[in-house]
């Protein structure tokens, strides 16, 4: 590696990642490195299942979804490359009494926000997806403008308009520490020697808490295994699927042509950077999806992966300049919902950097939440 002392380092080679670096370069700064341990978006943004969804409790999460959508109608004219984002909706559903409440709160704040969101019977889940099972069921959520995407097409397709704007990127790049100097950012050590600069992102995703430990900073973040199965080709269920979410067992389904995607939060595993494939956790999914979806018995399991989510206590990211660093800035711990998030983020952080302020209400990702006890637990997760 060249030496050279760039204004701007990102950590981190997923959506946040690249994100970042090309809303700092369409604003014109463009003395920034992009340093990636692995290959782009491989780790968590690879490995996602690339969902959006505006149905949250939170309004910030629900104001950075509605951003990431409206960037998504103008990206093949910004980026050049066509996605296909398929808008077939999230349907949450229930069985219990208090999930269920907590559903009709939600909504209400939802709309307040103006996501189209429906309320659903029993009777009309079973009239609209024949195929689930909804005997036990208070009833579901659907949001219609929800969705997926591929999410390595998009962060790559970020990355490549990115490296066109002059930001260079350095994958099996992996930074072993950072220097501080009377408490401001010096520089970052590096598996390819040290690089000097005043300003970090630690878009790091699940590996966000060990980055900062490098920095000194005890962030509350930590790595948990999700785990996600695909089935052969599959035409027993009507398409579109949509994201389908039992909230209550945090199983989910969605399309994934040419046969069904499944997987489900194993809410006993502790953290870890495990990412390989549990049969017998395989086996746990399977029973969650025949009690929900029963003609999945006629299915047969293709393949499946394992990923990270990196969670904070409250399910929200921490966003900003760190209190006590100068030049030190997270974008991370958003616990399942980076992906959708991150071109959203990348311009908020942008701002951030450039201006020293942003328009957009930071406040409930701020760290020193975790310090004050002041946070606001995100209800809706997957």
């Known amino acids: 590696m060249s030496r050279f002392d760039p204004k701007i380092i990102i950590i981190g080679g997923g959506i946040m990642g690249v994100s970042t670096a090309y809303f700092l370069a369409k604003r014109g700064q463009r003395d920034v490195f992009l340093l990636e341990r692995d290959l782009l978006a491989q780790a968590s943004t690879g490995l996602c299942v690339g969902g959006i969804r505006q149905q949250f409790s ?106 066109k704007m002059g930001i260079s990127i350095s994958e099996r ?88 995607l499944m997987g489900m939060t194993d809410l006993d595993e502790p953290p870890s950077f495990h990412t390989h494939v549990d049969r017998g956790f395989m086996e746990r999914v399977t029973a969650a999806a025949l009690e929900r979806v029963p003609v999945l018995e006629q299915a047969e399991i293709l393949r499946g992966w394992g990923g990270l989510y990196a969670m904070t206590p409250d399910e929200n990211p921490i966003i900003g300049e760190i209190t006590g660093i100068i030049g030190f800035f997270c974008a991370t711990g958003f616990s399942g919902h980076g992906f959708q998030h991150g071109p959203a983020v990348g311009r908020i952080l942008s701002e951030l950097i450039l201006d020293g302020t942003t328009s957009f209400n930071l406040s409930p990702f701020s760290y020193d939440r975790f310090k004050k006890c002041k946070k606001t637990t995100e209800l809706i997760t997957v």
Not at 80 to 91: C, R
Not at 182 to 194: A, P
Not at 221 to 227: D, F, L
Not at 248 to 258: K, L
């Open 58 to 163: 939170h309004p910030a999460n629900i104001l950075l979804s509605q951003e990431t959508i409206r960037q998504f109608r103008y990206f093949e004219k910004e980026f050049h490359t066509k996605i296909d984002f398929h808008q077939t909706g999230y349907l949450f559903l229930t069985k219990e009494h208090s999930t269920w409440e907590t559903f009709g709160e939600c909504v209400k704040i939802q709309r307040r926000y103006g996501v189209p969101v429906e309320v659903l019977s029993p009777e009309e889940v079973k009239h609209r997806w024949p195929y689930l099972e909804v005997e036990n069921l208070k009833g579901g959520i659907f949001g219609p403008e929800d969705g997926y995407v591929d999410p390595y097409d998009v962060t790559m397709a970020i990355a490549n308009k990115t490296r």
């Open 173 to 260: 790049t992996e930074v072993t520490d950072i220097r501080l100097e009377n408490g401001r950012i010096k520089g970052v050590e590096t598996s390819q020697g040290f690089i000097s600069s005043k300003i970090i992102v630690n878009a790091a995703g699940a590996w966000g808490g060990e980055i900062a430990r490098m920095a000194g900073i005890d962030l509350p973040v930590q790595p948990y295994r999700r785990q996600v199965f695909i089935t052969k080709a599959f035409d027993a269920i009507p398409r579109p699927v949509p994201m389908i979410i039992d909230q209550d067992t945090q199983f989910y389904i969605r399309g994934y042509a040419p046969g069904i």
